[in-house]
């Protein structure tokens, strides 16, 4: 069954540098989601991305920010300069046309900054 | 201001029995209302998604009620096993975004 697959599983970086947390949605989809999860909180939506531009983004989603598709399968989270704040368990999703609200999640890349 | 609460952090049911799960919402008016599944240290996994204009939808031993006059959904599993025990958030949409609950834990209690 496909499945969405993010990497690092694991990353650990120092403040104040930048990290890409890469990202393979399920091949026919064509919404893509990233979302974090600090430790023991909610899930808490970052961006939404179709047709290869920001379709929605949260308050959390600033100009330390950003997203790409630079091809046809690996999607991109760009922290430019992270702060401890930024550490946080951070999910991919993908979904299809038609049902955009049926998302599904990739494993997450767990970002430590210290 | 807008909320979406989930009963109980943690719930304790007794296997074979049907354990329910309640989320409630204000100040949102989503068209559709999702259930998904996490286990620890692992991503979301969809379970259902409920429209607006249904009330109930069923799948396997799973349903889902959507009554947007209480503004409260309910997650049913019926008989229960150990292996359902995961923490089930409720997400809806809300102008293009997703929200989700902070879950609720249920513990399937051979």
């Known amino acids: 069954e496909p499945e969405v697959t993010q990497t690092p599983s694991h990353q650990v970086t120092q403040m104040g540098q930048e990290v890409i947390l890469r990202c393979v949605p399920i091949?026919?989809?064509?919404?893509f989601y990233w979302y974090r999860q600090i430790l023991g909180q909610k899930v808490e939506f970052l961006v939404s991305?179709?047709?290869?531009?920001?379709?929605?983004k949260s308050e959390i989603f600033d100009d330390q920010f950003s997203v790409e598709r630079p091809d046809g399968s690996n999607f991109t989270l760009k922290i430019r300069s992270t702060k401890l704040e930024d550490s946080a368990m951070y999910f991919c999703?993908?979904?299809?046309?038609?049902?955009?609200?049926?998302?599904?999640f990739g494993p997450g890349t767990r970002l430590t900054v210290t | 201001s807008q909320k979406i609460e989930q009963n109980s952090e943690a719930l304790n049911i007794q296997e074979g029995k049907t354990a329910t799960l309640t989320c409630n919402y204000t100040n949102y008016s989503p068209a559709y209302l999702q259930w998904y599944r996490q286990d620890p240290g692992r991503g979301p996994v969809f379970l259902l998604l409920?429209?607006?204009?249904?009330k109930e939808k069923r799948k396997e031993r799973l349903k889902v009620t959507f009554d947007t006059t209480l503004k409260q959904s309910l997650f049913h599993i019926t008989a229960s096993q150990p292996a359902d025990s995961a923490t089930y958030l409720c997400a809806l949409d809300a102008n293009d975004k997703i929200i989700f609950g902070k879950g609720t834990r249920l513990h399937i209690l051979p």
């Open positions: 999703a993908s979904s299809e046309a038609g049902l955009k609200y049926e998302q599904y």
């Open positions: 991305f179709y047709n290869n531009e920001i379709s929605e």
């Open positions: 409920i429209r607006e204009n249904e």
């Open positions: 091949s026919n989809h064509l919404y």
